[in-house]
C-alpha cells in the first residue's frame, strides 16, 4: 500500500479532530484569522458531549461575592492535590474572566442577575481567602450550561465559515520519518471511504474515554479515539491513573445530576436522613471536591447507611429549595428527575451513586496547546505539527482531581491559546505541506483489512462490554493493589481478544458495526493506559485512593497516604514500548509564588 494508492486527498491548513467546545472555540480562532481550517467530528457539532455539560463555567468575576484569579488558582491547585502544573494553572485561571466575557459577547445566553451580570453559583472545591468559605464563580445558563456553550461556539464558526466534516471519524495520525505529524487518515461514515486529510498542523480535541467504564454519565461517542491514535502513533498518555467519578449519577441509570444542584443548596442524606458530609468536612460540607464527597458517600454505604432495600445508594434531596427555584435554576434535572428515576425532585429525595465522569490525564501538552513526547532527558520536546487540547489533553490543570466548572473553562482557554499559537505559526513562517510519506495511509488501511478479512472472532460489542466490566472492577473509587494488578493481567488479556475482533456485516454505508470495532482499539489503549499507571503509582492522590496506602491527615509524612517525596509527578504510559516513565511536576508558577504542598482537609 502506499499514498500512490487511489485514496481521495485534500489539503487544509490546519485540520481538528473533534467538534466539542475546544475544538470549536480552537476552530474558531483559526477561521477568523483567514486559515483554511477542517473540523471532524463522529457526530453534529451540537452533539458533542459538551452539549451535555449542566453546571457551569468557573471564572473569578466576583458578581455575587468577592473574588480574585488568586483563590481560583489556590483552589485548583488544592483540588489537584497538588500534581496539577502550577504554571498551566495561573494561565488558565488569570485567562478565565476574559474568556467568559468573550463568550458572552459571542451571545452565549447566560442566566443574568438584577443588575444585568452574569449569575454565579457555588460549586465544589471553589472557595473565598484560600479555603475559608464557598464563593459563587460557576457562571451559568440554568443547567444547560454546555449546551449553550457548544450552540453560541457553533453559530460562530458558521460565520466564520469553518468547513465541517460531520459523521466523519479520524482513524490514525500521518507521521513522517522525522517524527512530524503532518495530517490525518479518515472514515467518511456515509460512504465507508477512506481519505486522507494533509495539513500544516493538526489538532486533537477528541474529548474523553468515559466509556473504558460500565457505569459512565458519558456519552457513547467518549471512547478515547484520540488517545488511541496518539498511542499508536508513539506518543505516551499521561497521568491516566486519574479518573474522577462525580458524586451524583443517577443511581442505576448513569445519567448525571449536576453538582450545580449542591451549589443551590441540595443536600446529601443517608439511611438515617443525616447530613453525613458535615462530618467529613466541616467547612465545605456537601461543597467539597468531588473526589472527597464520592469517597464519602461510598463510605457511608460500606459501613452500612445506604439507602433503599439493598442499602446501595445515597440520596440527594432538594426538597427545601422549592419548586419555582428548581424549575428556574435546575429545569433539566427535574426532567431527568422525572424520565430516569421517576422522581418528582420538588417531592422526594433523588437516589445517586458516584458514576464514572472524566478523565484528568492525557496526551501531554505545553500551555500553547502543542503536544510534548519525551525525548531521551528532555520531557519538554514538541511534536512538530501536532497540538491537543480539552478532555483527551492533559496540560495539566486538573491533576489528580479535576473541580467542576474547570473543564468547560480549560476547553475555552486552552482552545484559544492553541488556535493563536498555530496562527502565530503559520503567518510568521509561511510554508507549503510536507510532503507525506509514502506508507502515509498504511496503519489505517491496514487496521481496517483486518476487520474485512475476519472471518471468525469475537464481536466488538461483547470485547468492550467486558473490557468495561473489568475497569469497573479493577479501577474504582476505592482501589486495591492487589485488585488493580489483577486488573493489568485482566486487560492486557483482553487486548489480545482485541486483536481478534471480526465484522459480519462488511457493508461500507453506513456500517456502525465497522465504526464500533474501531473504536475498541482506542478504548483499549486508554484503559491499558489508566490500569498500568494505576497499579504502579503506590499512594493515594487525589481520585487516586488505594486502601493498602491509606493514612490518617494527622500523618506528617505522608498525610492521607499522600507521598510527596517520591510521587509528585507524572506518569507517562508509552503503549509502544509497553513501559512506564515519569517526569516532575511544575511547581513554579508563571509570576506568583507557588502553593506549597499541604494536608488536604476541608
Ligand atoms: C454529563 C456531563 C456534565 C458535565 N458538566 C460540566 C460542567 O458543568 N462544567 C464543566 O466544566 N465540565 C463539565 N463536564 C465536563 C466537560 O463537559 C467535558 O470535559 C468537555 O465538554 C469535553 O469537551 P471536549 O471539547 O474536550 O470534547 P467533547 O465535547 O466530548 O467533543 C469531542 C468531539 O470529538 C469528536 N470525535 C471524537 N473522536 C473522533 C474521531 N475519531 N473522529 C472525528 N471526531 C471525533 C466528537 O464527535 C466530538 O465532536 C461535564 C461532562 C459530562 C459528561
Same mark, same amino acid.
Given at each position: @500500500?502506499?499514498?500512490?494508492?487511489?485514496?481521495?486527498?485534500?489539503?487544509?491548513?490546519?485540520?481538528?479532530?473533534?467538534?466539542?467546545?475546544?475544538? @470549536?472555540?480552537?476552530?474558531?480562532?483559526?477561521?477568523?484569522?483567514?486559515?483554511?481550517?477542517?473540523?471532524?467530528?463522529?457526530?453534529?457539532?451540537?452533539?458533542?458531549?459538551?452539549?451535555?455539560?449542566?453546571?457551569?463555567?468557573?471564572?473569578?468575576?466576583?458578581? @455575587?461575592?468577592?473574588?480574585?484569579?488568586?483563590?481560583?488558582?489556590?483552589?485548583?491547585?488544592?483540588?489537584?492535590?497538588?500534581?496539577?502544573? #502550577?504554571?498551566?494553572?495561573? *494561565?488558565?485561571? !488569570?485567562?478565565?474572566?476574559?474568556?467568559? &466575557?468573550?463568550?458572552?459577547?459571542?451571545?452565549?445566553?447566560?442566566?443574568?442577575?438584577?443588575?444585568?451580570?452574569?449569575?454565579?453559583?457555588?460549586?465544589?472545591?471553589?472557595?473565598?481567602?484560600?479555603?475559608?468559605?464557598?464563593? #459563587?464563580?460557576?457562571?451559568?445558563?440554568?443547567?444547560?450550561?454546555?449546551?449553550?456553550?457548544?450552540?453560541?461556539?457553533?453559530? #460562530?464558526?458558521?460565520?466564520?465559515?469553518?468547513?465541517? *466534516?460531520?459523521?466523519?471519524?479520524?482513524?490514525?495520525?500521518?507521521?513522517?520519518?522525522?517524527?512530524?505529524?503532518?495530517?490525518?487518515?479518515?472514515? %467518511?461514515?456515509?460512504?465507508?471511504?477512506?481519505?486522507?486529510?494533509? =495539513?500544516?498542523?493538526?489538532?486533537?480535541?477528541?474529548?474523553?474515554?468515559?466509556?473504558?467504564?460500565?457505569?459512565?454519565?458519558?456519552?457513547?461517542?467518549?471512547?478515547?479515539?484520540?488517545?488511541? @491514535?496518539?498511542?499508536?502513533?508513539?506518543?505516551?498518555?499521561?497521568?491516566? %491513573?486519574?479518573?474522577?467519578?462525580?458524586?451524583?449519577?443517577?443511581?442505576?441509570?448513569?445519567?448525571?445530576?449536576?453538582?450545580?444542584?449542591?451549589?443551590?443548596?441540595?443536600?446529601?442524606?443517608?439511611?438515617?436522613?443525616?447530613?453525613?458530609?458535615?462530618? &467529613?468536612?466541616?467547612?465545605?460540607?456537601?461543597?467539597?471536591?468531588?473526589? *472527597?464527597?464520592?469517597?464519602?458517600?461510598?463510605?457511608?454505604?460500606?459501613?452500612?447507611?445506604?439507602?433503599?432495600?439493598?442499602?446501595?445508594?445515597?440520596?440527594?434531596?432538594?426538597?427545601?429549595?422549592?419548586?419555582?427555584?428548581?424549575?428556574?435554576?435546575?429545569?433539566?434535572? *427535574?426532567?431527568?428527575?422525572?424520565?430516569?428515576?421517576?422522581?418528582?425532585?420538588?417531592?422526594?429525595?433523588?437516589?445517586?451513586?458516584?458514576?464514572?465522569?472524566?478523565?484528568?490525564?492525557?496526551?501531554?501538552?505545553?500551555?500553547?496547546?502543542?503536544?510534548? =513526547?519525551?525525548?531521551?532527558?528532555?520531557?519538554?520536546?514538541?511534536?512538530?505539527?501536532?497540538?491537543?487540547?480539552?478532555?483527551?489533553?492533559?496540560?495539566?490543570?486538573?491533576?489528580?482531581? !479535576?473541580?467542576?466548572?474547570?473543564?468547560?473553562?480549560?476547553?475555552?482557554?486552552?482552545?484559544?491559546?492553541?488556535?493563536?499559537?498555530?496562527?502565530?505559526?503559520?503567518?510568521?513562517? /509561511?510554508?507549503?505541506?510536507?510532503?507525506?510519506?509514502?506508507?502515509?495511509?498504511?496503519?489505517?488501511?491496514?487496521?481496517?483489512?483486518?476487520?474485512?478479512?475476519?472471518?471468525?472472532?469475537?464481536?466488538?460489542?461483547?470485547?468492550?462490554?467486558?473490557?468495561?466490566?473489568?475497569?469497573?472492577?479493577?479501577?474504582?473509587?476505592?482501589?486495591? #493493589?492487589?485488585?488493580?494488578?489483577?486488573?493489568?493481567?485482566?486487560?492486557?488479556?483482553?487486548?489480545?481478544?482485541?486483536?481478534?475482533?471480526?465484522?459480519?456485516?462488511?457493508?461500507?454505508?453506513?456500517?456502525?458495526?465497522?465504526?464500533? =470495532?474501531?473504536?475498541?482499539?482506542?478504548?483499549?489503549?486508554?484503559?491499558?493506559?489508566?490500569?498500568?499507571?494505576?497499579?504502579?503509582?503506590?499512594?493515594?492522590?487525589?481520585?487516586?485512593?488505594?486502601?493498602?496506602?491509606?493514612?490518617?491527615?494527622?500523618?506528617?509524612?505522608?498525610?492521607?497516604?499522600?507521598?510527596?517525596?517520591?510521587?509528585?509527578?507524572?506518569?507517562?504510559?508509552?503503549?509502544?514500548?509497553?513501559?512506564?516513565?515519569?517526569? /516532575?511536576?511544575?511547581?513554579? /508558577?508563571?509570576?506568583? %509564588?507557588?502553593?506549597?504542598?499541604?494536608?488536604?482537609?476541608?
Amino acid at each position: @500500500m502506499s499514498v500512490g494508492s487511489n485514496l481521495s486527498r485534500r489539503k487544509f491548513d490546519v485540520v481538528i479532530v473533534g467538534a466539542g467546545g475546544s475544538g @470549536m472555540r480552537a476552530s474558531l480562532q483559526l477561521s477568523r484569522a483567514g486559515l483554511n481550517v477542517a473540523v471532524l467530528s463522529k457526530v453534529f457539532p451540537t452533539r458533542s458531549h459538551t452539549v451535555a455539560a449542566q453546571g457551569g463555567i468557573g471564572a473569578s468575576l466576583g458578581n @455575587m461575592s468577592e473574588d480574585n484569579w488568586h483563590y481560583h488558582f489556590y483552589d485548583t491547585i488544592k483540588g489537584s492535590d497538588w500534581l496539577g502544573d #502550577q504554571d498551566a494553572i495561573e *494561565f488558565m485561571c !488569570r485567562e478565565a474572566p476574559k474568556v467568559v &466575557y468573550e463568550l458572552e459577547h459571542f451571545g452565549m445566553p447566560f442566566d443574568r442577575n438584577a443588575d444585568g451580570s452574569i449569575y454565579q453559583r457555588p460549586f465544589g472545591g471553589h472557595t473565598a481567602n484560600y479555603g475559608e468559605k464557598p464563593v #459563587q464563580r460557576a457562571c451559568a445558563a440554568a443547567d444547560r450550561t454546555g449546551h449553550a456553550m457548544l450552540h453560541t461556539l457553533y453559530q #460562530q464558526n458558521v460565520k466564520s465559515r469553518t468547513q465541517f *466534516f460531520v459523521e466523519w471519524m479520524a482513524l490514525d495520525l500521518i507521521r513522517d520519518a522525522d517524527g512530524d505529524v503532518v495530517g490525518v487518515t479518515a472514515l %467518511e461514515m456515509e460512504t465507508g471511504e477512506v481519505h486522507i486529510l494533509e =495539513a500544516k498542523t493538526t489538532l486533537l480535541a477528541t474529548g474523553g474515554a468515559g466509556r473504558i467504564y460500565a457505569a459512565s454519565t458519558n456519552a457513547f461517542i467518549n471512547t478515547g479515539d484520540g488517545l488511541g @491514535m496518539a498511542a499508536r502513533a508513539n506518543i505516551p498518555l499521561q497521568d491516566m %491513573e486519574f479518573w474522577q467519578f462525580h458524586p451524583t449519577g443517577v443511581a442505576g441509570a448513569g445519567v448525571l445530576l449536576t453538582e450545580g444542584c449542591r451549589g443551590e443548596g441540595a443536600i446529601l442524606r443517608n439511611v438515617n436522613g443525616e447530613r453525613f458530609m458535615e462530618r &467529613y468536612a466541616p467547612t465545605l460540607k456537601d461543597l467539597a471536591p468531588r473526589d *472527597f464527597v464520592s469517597r464519602c458517600m461510598d463510605q457511608e454505604i460500606k459501613e452500612g447507611r445506604g439507602c433503599g432495600p439493598n442499602k446501595d445508594y445515597i440520596q440527594l434531596d432538594m426538597t427545601h429549595l422549592g419548586g419555582d427555584t428548581i424549575l428556574k435554576r435546575l429545569p433539566s434535572v *427535574f426532567e431527568i428527575g422525572h424520565n430516569f428515576a421517576n422522581v418528582d425532585i420538588t417531592k422526594e429525595p433523588i437516589p445517586v451513586v458516584p458514576t464514572i465522569h472524566y478523565q484528568m490525564g492525557g496526551i501531554p501538552t505545553n500551555i500553547n496547546g502543542q503536544v510534548v =513526547a519525551p525525548k531521551g532527558d528532555d520531557y519538554k520536546s514538541v511534536v512538530n505539527g501536532l497540538y491537543a487540547v480539552g478532555e483527551c489533553s492533559c496540560v495539566s490543570v486538573h491533576g489528580a482531581n !479535576r473541580l467542576g466548572t474547570n473543564s468547560l473553562l480549560d476547553l475555552l482557554v486552552f482552545g484559544r491559546a492553541a488556535g493563536n499559537h498555530i496562527v502565530d505559526a503559520i503567518k510568521n513562517a /509561511p510554508r507549503s505541506h510536507k510532503e507525506l510519506p509514502k506508507d502515509a495511509a498504511d496503519l489505517a488501511l491496514s487496521r481496517l483489512a483486518r476487520l474485512d478479512g475476519s472471518t471468525s472472532g469475537e464481536y466488538a460489542q461483547d470485547v468492550a462490554n467486558d473490557l468495561r466490566a473489568s475497569m469497573q472492577k479493577h479501577a474504582g473509587v476505592f482501589r486495591t #493493589q492487589k485488585m488493580m494488578d489483577e486488573g493489568v493481567v485482566s486487560i492486557a488479556a483482553i487486548r489480545e481478544r482485541v486483536k481478534g475482533i471480526t465484522l459480519k456485516d462488511k457493508s461500507k454505508v453506513f456500517n456502525t458495526a465497522r465504526i464500533e =470495532a474501531l473504536e475498541v482499539e482506542n478504548l483499549i489503549e486508554a484503559a491499558q493506559a489508566t490500569i498500568v499507571s494505576a497499579a504502579a503509582r503506590r499512594e493515594c492522590r487525589g481520585a487516586h485512593t488505594v486502601n493498602d496506602y491509606e493514612r490518617g491527615a494527622d500523618d506528617a509524612e505522608f498525610p492521607l497516604g499522600r507521598n510527596d517525596r517520591e510521587w509528585m509527578k507524572h506518569t507517562l504510559w508509552d503503549s509502544a514500548t509497553n513501559s512506564l516513565s515519569y517526569k /516532575p511536576v511544575q511547581l513554579k /508558577p508563571l509570576t506568583v %509564588e507557588s502553593v506549597p504542598p499541604k494536608v488536604r482537609t476541608f
